[in-house]
């Protein structure tokens, strides 16, 4: 079993940047594929961002593409995102998630609990 927890979340100003952090126990991530999704208030979740087990590959939606940047250290079992150019229409609680396997199929199998991230305009 593995167990995520998100941290760096916050309020910050449009146009802001924020740095967010995943870290994992109970399991390496260095063998799978990890992602972030963030879910706004009253709408569904939705995927923002994947990075791939050996980091060669990240894919992003096209409303973050060029603003955030994903990451990992699998030395350090973690995994980020740092957002620039923070819009209000990012704020929404971002959750990590992970693949069991190197494929990013599906959803994750392992949620963080989520952090808030309130972009102010």
């Known amino acids: 079993q593995m167990q995520l927890g998100e941290s760096g979340g916050g309020l910050v100003q449009a146009g802001g940047s924020l740095r967010l952090s995943c870290a994992a126990s109970?399991?390496?991530?260095?063998?799978?594929?990890m992602s972030w999704f963030r879910q706004a208030p009253g709408k569904e979740r939705e995927f923002v961002a994947t990075?791939?087990?050996?980091?060669?590959?990240?894919y992003y939606a096209d409303s973050v593409k060029g603003r955030f940047t994903i990451s990992r250290d699998n030395a350090k079992n973690s995994v980020y995102l740092q957002m620039n150019s923070l819009k209000p229409e990012d704020t929404a609680v971002y959750y990590c998630?992970?693949?069991?396997?190197?494929?990013?199929?599906?959803?994750?199998?392992?949620w963080g609990q989520g952090t808030q991230v309130t972009v102010s305009s």
């Open positions: 998630g992970a693949y069991r396997t190197v494929a990013a199929s599906g959803l994750p199998a392992y």
């Open positions: 109970g399991r390496t991530v260095s063998s799978v594929a």
């Open positions: 990075i791939t087990w050996s980091a060669s590959s990240t």
